[in-house]
């Protein structure tokens, strides 16, 4: 708990086997409440080390696809009755220490949403970050600053915290079940009006840490500058966007 606040920790997994103990070991305990993962049908021992460690596990049937993962996680979380949720790639990619930090602007406010940047800071190339995947990931974020009128230095992290308000609000249902959904969600958050607030996270690339081929990122590309373009013509009226659909109970 953190001042009377339930905190929970969800991974969207898929062959995670090798770093997810580590990842699980560097989360603050005494903030964190409880811990999902999802796996997405895994062809490694992930589920076995998850349950190793007492982890709370989902798996799913069939393989849904990164999107259709963290539709599973929020679920669940929610069903949990958290107050925060902060997802993590469970790769060793990201620091999870910082997840007490991404809480408390949260739970202290005044954010509703907080991105945990492999820009700020400048650590992403000293991390070893691809340098193509690193110009890709400056023009991309250009491009969705400049069409959705906001200021984020990387709407590509694996690494963010969500208020129970946002993901009781926003309407994921219709959203990608791709890698792309990770752009939507951040498209309907930032026009539905809520606060985005960024820490700076160092990241570290190694063999072990998940990472997609070029082909799958120029897919994702493609798809980030169609979810950029249709929140810039929502945002001027010219035509409403079909997935800033938001529930009402919130």
């Known amino acids: 708990m953190l001042h009377g606040k339930k905190i929970v920790v969800v991974m969207p997994a898929y062959n995670a086997a090798q770093t997810l103990e580590a990842t699980y070991a560097d989360l603050p305990k005494d903030v964190v409440d409880d811990v999902i993962l999802v796996d997405d049908c895994s062809r490694d021992s992930t589920v076995q080390v998850a349950k190793k460690l007492n982890i709370t596990v989902v798996v799913h049937e069939k393989n849904l696809g990164y999107g259709g993962n963290q539709k599973t996680c929020y679920r669940n979380a929610l069903e949990r009755n958290a107050d925060v949720v902060i997802m993590v790639h469970p790769d060793y990619q990201y620091d999870p220490r910082l997840a007490l930090a991404m809480a408390s602007m949260i739970v202290d406010g005044p954010y509703d949403v907080i991105l945990g940047s492999r820009i700020l800071g400048g650590h992403a190339l000293k991390g070893g970050m691809p340098y193509w995947k690193y110009v890709s990931n400056r023009f991309l974020t250009a491009f969705e600053n400049l069409c ?83 929140g810039l013509l929502h945002r001027t009226g010219l035509k409403k966007w079909p997935l800033l659909k938001l529930h009402t109970r919130a």
């Open 148 to 230: 959705l009128g906001a200021k984020l230095s990387e709407y590509h992290t694996g690494y963010r915290a969500f208020s129970k308000k946002v993901l009781e609000t926003l309407d994921l249902s219709e959203n990608s079940n791709d890698f792309v959904f990770d752009n939507q969600m951040l498209g309907q958050i930032h026009l539905a009006g809520f606060l985005i607030g960024e820490v700076s996270c160092p990241t570290k690339y190694f063999p072990e840490a998940s990472s997609i081929n070029f082909r799958r990122s120029v897919k994702y590309g493609l798809g980030v500058l169609g979810v950029s373009v249709a």
